[in-house]
Structures are given as C-alpha cells and as structure tokens.
C-alpha cells in the first residue's frame, strides 16, 4: 500500500499523526495504544525521521539516544 493510499488519522492521546490500518485501536497512535493498553507497538523503519509504517515522527536527541 502506497503511503498516499494510506489513511491518516490524529491520535487522541498524543495528537500526532499515525496511518490508521498501523493501530490496534480506533483514534490512538500504535505508540500510545502499546503504552496505554499493552498492544504491540510498531516495529519502526525510519526514513528522513519518519516511521514508513505509522508515521511516528522521530527527532534528533531519540536518534542519538538509541
């Protein structure tokens, strides 16, 4: 699925932006619905600071910390 076919959607709890098919519940980011709730979190593969497969956005200090 190309990433323009993909559905965006807000995450309720962080207000970031996330492909909605990337979440195991409706209206949370794959992030906060693994914090939350214990769903699995995304297996993330970065491009240019972005997630390809949910969209999370990862800054500078995260890189240099993991």
């Known amino acids: 699925m190309k990433e323009k076919d993909k559905k965006i959607e ?12 990337s979440s195991k519940m409706a209206r949370l980011c794959p992030h906060c ?4 709730y214990g769903y699995p979190d ?15 956005q990862q800054n500078e200090q995260e ?3 993991s």
């Open 42 to 56: 995304c297996e993330h593969i970065f491009e240019n600071w972005k997630c390809i497969k949910c969209l999370y």
């Open 10 to 21: 807000m995450c309720d709890e962080c207000d970031m932006p996330y492909f909605e098919h």
């Open 33 to 36: 619905a693994h914090i939350l």
């Open 63 to 65: 890189y240099k910390n």
